[in-house]
């Protein structure tokens, strides 16, 4: 069962031909089985998930059952789940068991979707390697040696170990797309607005973007059509339609333009990984598509300006992390002050410390002007590249990531490194546009991902165009050695 995707699992369930409870099993046992090797899960949610999967098969009985009722996922550990740990992988949070759900596992719940756990990830999804879990890194399962990228690690590595047949993931600067990427699967970065962000412990609120990562772009398409609409608790969702994500995936793709900014394809990007993605360009050519030369001249200060808005935005959202209203308390303090600063020293990690003090020295007053107010122009400047980009194309294509996974350690010491692992993806957050990561070929063994950029508002295409890609190939049914 577990080599299946969401789309036939649904089908299956519908069929009778096993029940909710017999599949959140199995999961539940690959889980047990193998997670002692990757650390994909913080927390498995196995009682609470059979549970689910009775009521679940109840409804399908009754003939009340929705498309998805009755198929299991994970959550990334940054949504608030009512009664379950949600720890955003930070010590401050180890205790914390949320009062509520987040609207995007509010709107799973009523689908009828079963919970099996929640996934690890970056502290506060800052991070590129999933490296700085206060639970431990995950494992690639293509290889344990290897990082599975970040900061929504654990879902990709749970996908691709076949331990949950999707889940969801958030993305600020890449945290969809490059964990995809680098394990081998397909995610989606929803446009900014498409999916509420109420629950979802807030990083850089101007950036931050939940969508979903399943092994194909027709799985993704069901998740996002449970994820996606107007929530009155989040002001930044966009009140507009949800369109039927999966009607439109076989439409052809003839006359498509693709355009292939050369700003994606010089200094830093790997031989290896540049060839990949032009044996994919090929592919697109063959479905009728045409290819179109543009330039995204703003690309290289997509990073600078990320790390600049990034960090300010957390230093202000985690600074409710006190002790007081949130988060770990130290023991015996002497007094407020005290309290303050030994339960944030404690709690936090040193990456979220490095944020913290970097986003705070740009938001004081005499340098807000000199950084946070620059980077904002900056970001205009982005977004207007890509604008005038969506002239001349429908969709932009390219590496997701330089490289593809790198070693365990290899860039733990040295933050730069690590922030250029999403030179691709983050501009695509500062211009709040949709973008995807799809299975595209493999290098040494490791994954390489295609990235697939829209308009705004274009999930329905991007959808469209990775679906016809995996029709014509085979990279996102292939299984990590020693997960099968
Ligand atoms: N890797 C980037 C960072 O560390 C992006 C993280 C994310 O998208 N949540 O901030």
């Not at 987040?102 to 689908?111: D, G, M, P, S, Y």
């Not at 690590?418 to 983050?426: G, N, R, V």
Request: hydrophobic share 40%; net charge negative.
């Amino acid at each position: 069962m577990h080599t299946k995707t969401i789309a036939e699992l649904a089908a299956g369930l519908k069929a009778g031909e096993f029940t909710s409870e017999e599949l959140t099993k199995a999961f539940l046992e690959r889980i047990k089985a193998h997670d002692g090797r990757l650390n994909s899960y913080i927390t498995v949610t196995g009682e609470l998930a059979l549970a689910q999967a009775r009521a679940a098969d109840a409804r399908i009985a009754a003939g009340t059952a929705g498309p998805l009722t009755g198929v299991p996922i994970a959550h990334k550990d940054i949504f608030c789940t009512d009664g379950v740990r949600t720890s955003c992988a930070s010590r401050m949070l180890d205790p914390f068991i949320a009062p509520y759900d987040a609207t995007v596992v509010r709107r799973f719940k009523e689908a009828g979707v079963v919970m099996l756990g929640k996934t690890n990830m970056d502290e506060f999804a800052m991070g590129s390697s999933n490296e700085t879990s206060f639970y431990g890194p995950v494992k690639n399962p293509w290889d344990l040696k290897a990082v599975p990228g970040g900061s929504s690690g654990g879902s990709a590595a749970a996908v691709a170990a076949r331990l949950a047949p999707g889940a969801t993931g958030t993305d600020t600067g890449g945290s969809i797309r490059q964990p995809a990427a680098l394990c081998g699967i397909t995610g989606l970065k929803p446009t900014y607005g498409r999916v509420s962000r109420y629950g979802m412990i807030a990083f850089a609120s101007s950036l931050d973007q939940a969508g979903p990562m399943a092994r194909t772009a027709e799985d993704c398409a069901l998740l996002l059509g449970v994820m996606a609409g107007f929530d009155e608790r989040d002001s930044t969702s966009v009140e507009r339609d949800v369109p039927d994500y999966s009607a439109g995936l076989n439409n052809d793709l003839k006359g498509l333009k693709i355009g292939l900014p050369k700003e994606y394809f010089g200094e830093g990007l790997e031989a290896a990984v540049a060839s990949t993605i032009e044996a994919a360009i090929e592919e697109y050519k063959k479905l009728g598509a045409e290819v179109v030369a543009i330039s995204l001249p703003n690309t290289h200060l997509a990073v600078p300006t990320y790390y600049v808005v990034a960090p300010a935005e957390c230093s202000s959202n985690l600074s409710r992390m006190d002790g007081v209203r949130f988060g770990h308390r130290c023991e015996n303090p002497k007094d407020l002050e005290d309290l303050y600063k030994r339960s944030r020293g404690e709690g936090f990690g040193a990456e979220v410390k490095r944020r913290i003090m970097v986003g705070t020295y740009a938001l004081s007053s005499g340098y807000y002007d000199a950084y946070y107010l620059k980077a904002q122009q900056l970001r205009q400047l982005i977004s207007n590249d890509f604008k005038k980009a969506f002239e001349q194309v429908d969709v932009i294509m390219g590496p997701t990531t330089p490289t593809p996974a790198f070693n365990l350690g290899e860039k733990a010491d040295d933050p730069v490194a690590m922030y250029l692992a999403d030179i691709y993806t983050i501009a695509v957050n500062l211009a709040g546009l949709p973008g995807m990561s799809v299975p595209a070929g493999l290098v040494n063994g490791r994954p390489v991902g295609l990235q697939i950029i829209g308009n705004y508002f274009d999930e329905a295409r991007l959808l469209n165009v990775a679906h016809k890609y995996q029709q014509a190939t085979d990279w996102h049914s292939r299984d990590p050695e020693g997960f099968n």
